[in-house]
């Protein structure tokens, strides 16, 4: 974050006198910058606070209450939060919310960044491969649910119709405690590889060639120089997709609900999906409200991990 | 010679991939209900039909439910561009006082889940009676859910645009408004196109939001009208296929349409 020593830059410069007249106008400046700057913000920044800070302080507030949303809330203190800590149904879904970010993250963008690394060349049909590569990206997710769903019948589905051919009798995928939430996770794997495809070769388009001239008249092979070459600039890439897929997994809900409702047996009932449960179908809204704090502290530990971790090694300007 | 032949053979499954649950779900809505369940997806309608369509189109509301869907995403874009490029703006050009702590306080709020605030934003809703309307549809998505991630895009983009172009202009007696809307945003225009997109599709795509706010038809998103249609009737893959093709086939055309902006536009947010 760059903080200006110099007076704004929004007039193009100040009067060359010095002496009072300068420091009025100078003053002069700071007044209309502060007004311009506030009334830029005012329509952004009065639905910043309305509908993104009142309703952050709402939750955390909401979460020391004993409450259905109807009738009189009953102050608990941090009651909630110690029935959190030992309700088994919340480690559950806490640990599926884990093991699908851990799914679906790896896998995700290696495959994204293998398809980058395929494109990143003059190629026939490179445009329309990053055209089709695109598409699940904007696909609804509540639909691709039914999709899904449909595609892992376990008796009209494609799939185990196509392992049938190869005389494999696949599973009852979405009944399969064990193969639920896999199966889960390959429609996000599908929807976005693509998508982080395209942010992953704008970084590896912004490698230098010149580098690469280097390492070869260096005798450098193939895999040393994505190791020392590709992998390091493509940081900055990498770091943002990571940031923002990772906060976007953990908040998977759409594929859950249509899918699966959570089961088999709370084989899929993930951070999100159980939230929604308890506070708005069994109407614990304080309870949800607990845990829906929990899920925003792991966000926020999570996201700084990744920033320290990428901070020794990245230099990410935000100036 | 290999090497390359073996490229385009990833690329190509790839490509498969990508497309293939979008092609198998035209074919199996266009099936006639009884070859749906007895052919395999991927062999082609013989006899194609429109008969589910018609059938879910008939039953259900969908007309109205893509139409609601539409209303809400078209004004949640044009409004979230709007006002993210006006406070973009500020907080890339004007050195008003309390900037940097404001931008950090927006920047922060990027890492909050949807889940999260939705209690609060109803209770919030239900006091001033906009359950089950527009504005209580529309509101959130501007202000809350998606708002500090486009101010931080929009605003990382005008700190690319040189500032001796606004200096030049400042010198011939250009307004502040007279900078932002003849450099800036002429300026910008991958970026918007960008957060347009980007909007459009979340807003459109999102069902946490209407599951609270929405009880009746009255507007009723796609989302949600298919999600009910699912549970109702789960076993009649002709139906909800068709409903789903419904859902998914309106963003496919707009993206085809525009795809070459849009492709372009979408990689330059990865570099700042």
């Known amino acids: 974050m760059s903080v200006r020593t110099r007076p704004p830059s929004t007039s193009g410069g100040y009067p060359t006198r010095q002496g009072a007249r300068a420091r009025k ?163 996000n794997i599908w929807q976005y590889t693509g998508y982080t495809m395209l942010f992953l070769l704008a970084g590896l388009q912004s490698i230098p060639v010149s580098l690469y001239e280097a390492a070869n008249v260096d005798g450098s092979g193939p895999v040393r120089t994505f190791f020392q070459i590709t992998l390091p600039l493509l940081r900055p890439s990498l770091f943002f997709v990571l940031v923002t897929n990772t906060i976007g997994s953990f908040q998977m809900f759409d594929t859950v609900y249509v899918m699966t409702q959570g089961g088999p047996g709370g084989a899929t009932d993930t951070l999100t999906f159980h939230i929604y449960q308890q506070g708005f179908q069994l109407f614990r809204s304080g309870y949800a409200a607990a845990m829906a704090m929990a899920l925003f502290a792991l966000i926020l530990l999570v996201t700084a991990a990744q920033f320290l971790y990428f901070r020794k090694r990245t230099i990410y300007d935000f100036s | 010679m290999f090497k390359k032949t073996g490229l385009y053979a990833f690329l190509i499954i790839g490509a498969l991939v990508s497309v293939a649950p979008y092609l198998m779900t035209l074919n199996s809505a266009v099936k006639q209900p009884d070859k749906l369940l007895t052919t395999p997806a991927w062999e082609p ?149 960008t957060l347009a997109t980007m909007t459009f599709v979340n807003t459109w795509n999102n069902i946490l939001w209407p599951l609270i706010i929405t009880n009746s038809d009255r507007t009723r998103v796609i989302a949600l009208g298919i999600a009910t249609l699912k549970s109702q009737y789960a076993s009649q893959y002709n139906l909800v296929l068709a409903a789903a093709a419904l859902a998914l086939l309106p963003l496919v055309a707009i993206f085809l349409a525009f795809q070459r902006n849009i492709i372009r536009s979408i990689a330059l947010t990865g570099i700042k």
């Open chain 1, 25 to 187: 106008s100078a003053r002069r400046h700071a007044w209309r910058a502060a007004v311009e700057g506030y009334l830029l913000i005012a329509p952004s920044l009065a639905g910043f606070v309305i509908f993104l800070l009142a309703p952050l302080l709402g939750v955390a507030l909401v979460s020391l209450f004993d409450w259905n949303l109807m009738g009189d809330p009953e102050f608990v203190g941090l009651r909630n939060y110690t029935e959190m800590a030992g309700d088994s149904e919340f480690w559950r879904s806490l640990r599926n919310t884990v093991y699908y970010v851990v799914l679906n993250i790896p896998a995700q963008t290696v495959l994204a960044l293998l398809l980058a690394l395929a494109l990143n060349r003059r190629m026939r049909g490179r445009n329309l491969f990053r055209v089709i590569y695109v598409l699940p990206w904007m696909a609804m997710p509540v639909a691709l649910g039914i999709v899904w769903t449909w595609v892992f019948d376990p008796e009209y589905g494609a799939i185990n119709k196509m392992l049938g051919v190869f005389g494999i009798d696949g599973p009852d995928w979405l009944t399969d405690s064990g193969w639920a939430m896999p199966v889960v996770a390959s429609v």
């Open chain 2, 45 to 193: 309608a013989t006899s194609p039909t429109f008969a589910n369509f018609s059938q879910v189109w008939g039953e259900y509301d969908m007309s109205s439910f893509l139409w609601h869907t539409f209303v809400v995403a078209a004004v949640v874009t044009v409004l979230q561009v709007v006002f993210s490029c006006l406070a973009a703006f500020a907080f890339a050009r004007i050195a008003f006082p309390g900037r940097e702590l404001l931008f950090w306080a927006y920047v922060a709020t990027m890492m909050v889940p949807q889940i999260v605030t939705i209690v609060p934003l109803f209770l919030l809703m239900r006091q001033f009676d906009l359950v089950d309307t527009y504005p209580g549809l529309i509101l959130p998505y501007v202000f809350g859910f998606g708002a500090p991630y486009a101010i931080f895009l929009v605003r990382q983009y005008f700190k690319t645009i040189p500032v001796d172009l606004e200096s030049a202009a400042r010198i011939d007696g250009a307004s502040t408004m007279t900078v932002f809307t003849r450099i800036m945003i002429p300026l910008s225009r991958p970026i918007l196109a």
